[in-house]
């Protein structure tokens, strides 16, 4: 099976179309908090752009400026702005200053250090949508966690650090492995494992002989293969023997942007209370 990430974005946005759709008034913007973008960042960020003009929200790019921890205290304090995304990496700002003074209510992406460490306590405001979007698929698709063996290949903290507190979750209880640059026998942990997740960054990583027969395999990579995008599995092969699998591109990612508009709204409803 084919876990087309498409269906579960769409799914989303209609969901958040049809909330904006019930509201009076003027929506909040969302703001990118850029610092001399590179080309993949501003086709990203023209992406998010495109997608909130589908949406009737204005997407707002701010540069950092001079004074880029002052232009994010003004922007937490603005009451027209709902959510905030830095753009990351950011080329001359202090990057970690920069993210310890946003205001987590608007911390889209989950990058605060109160988002990443409440997700411990179930306190987030906001956890990384890419993390969050293997949770979302493998919820729209019904595949079962509780109990099974995960294998995540990876541990930045954008994806694997917090998915694998998202999948240990009391309720969610998945039995959990992470592997990285460190890790011996990775091959032994991914085919030993029931759902295995691949966020390392390296076109055709994760190959046939790794997964075990009937598992399922989430691709969460993203890499450019003479000019082709792709990701961290090997899908031609993994794909005839895996019970589930996601593509690339048309996985992971578009669940993760529809995300991050999810975060947007839900950011509205918490500054309407």
């Known amino acids: 099976m084919i876990l087309d990430g498409k269906i579960v974005s769409e799914s989303i946005y209609a969901e958040i179309k049809e909330k904006i759709s019930k509201r009076s008034g003027d929506l909040p913007s969302l703001v990118l908090f850029c610092d001399e973008p590179d080309p993949s960042n501003k086709t990203y960020m023209n992406s998010i ?12 790019v701010r540069d950092s400026g001079s004074n880029p921890i002052e ?9 027209s702005v709902a959510g905030i995304m830095v753009m990351h990496p950011l080329k001359t700002a202090d990057e970690r200053a920069v993210l310890a003074a946003l205001n987590p209510e608007k911390d889209l992406e989950g990058r605060t250090v109160s988002n990443l460490g409440g997700i411990v306590n179930d306190e987030e405001f906001f956890a990384p949508p890419t993390a969050e979007a293997v949770m979302e698929i493998l919820n729209y698709y019904g595949i079962e966690v509780k109990g099974r063996d995960v294998t995540i290949v990876g541990r930045s903290n954008t994806v694997g650090k917090p998915l694998a507190l998202l999948l240990l979750k009391k309720g969610v209880d998945g039995t959990v492995t992470v592997c990285h640059s460190r890790s011996r026998d990775i091959s032994e942990k991914t085919f ?3 759902i295995v997740v691949s966020a390392v960054g390296i076109a ?3 190959e046939r002989e790794m997964i075990r027969p009937g598992g399922v395999v989430i691709d969460v990579g993203i890499n450019f293969v003479d000019g082709k995008l792709v990701g961290d599995v090997d ?3 993994v794909s005839q023997i895996a019970a589930a699998i996601t593509p690339v591109p048309g996985g992971v990612g578009s669940v993760t942007t529809a995300l991050l508009f999810r975060h947007y709204y839900k950011s509205i409803e918490r500054m309407e209370l």
């Open 71 to 79: 232009e994010i205290s003004e922007l937490n304090k603005d009451k």
């Open 204 to 206: 055709g990583f994760i």
């Open 49 to 60: 752009r495109k997608r909130g003009e589908k949406l009737g929200i204005e997407v707002i």
């Open 235 to 237: 899908f031609d092969e």
């Open 192 to 194: 030993n494992a029931d």
